[in-house]
Nanobody
Framework: QAEFVESGGGLVQPGGSLRLSCTAS????????MGWYRQAPGKERELVAR???????NYAVSVKGRFTISRDNAKNTVDLQMNNMKPEDTAVYYC????????WGQGTQVTVSS
């Protein structure tokens, strides 16, 4: 069983919005800083946003002001609201812990194109 299940990806036009959601299984979520990562074709996976169990957030420079990460500790979910999207946001998006990584899920494809 996958430890993280991501959903919500799709095709969106530049300037559009998407909301991604991730559900974590078992006890791998509670108390940990969670992150959203992405991997574009031919590039390394990168962290785009993270959130502590208390709700403190941090963003990569490339998405700051456009993306918002949130979490629901009761439901073991972490979401990523993406606004004013750009073609360079095209990637497969994954959630995982920040630093103390677990196995990766399948991710969800996000494509920004007109």
């Amino acid at each position: 069983q996958a430890e993280f299940v991501e959903s919500g990806g799709g095709l969106v036009q530049p300037g559009g919005s998407l909301r991604l959601s991730c559900t974590a299984s078992g006890n791998i979520f509670s108390g940990y800083v969670m992150g959203w990562y992405r991997q574009a074709p031919g590039k390394e996976r990168e962290l785009v946003a993270r959130i502590s169990s208390g709700g403190i957030t941090n963003y990569a420079v490339s998405v700051k002001g456009r993306f918002t990460i949130s979490r629901d500790n009761a439901k073991n979910t972490v979401d990523l609201q993406m606004n004013n999207m750009k073609p360079e946001d095209t990637a497969v998006y994954y959630c995982n812990r920040y630093l103390s990584l677990r196995s990766w899920g399948q991710g969800t494809q996000v494509t920004v194109s007109s």
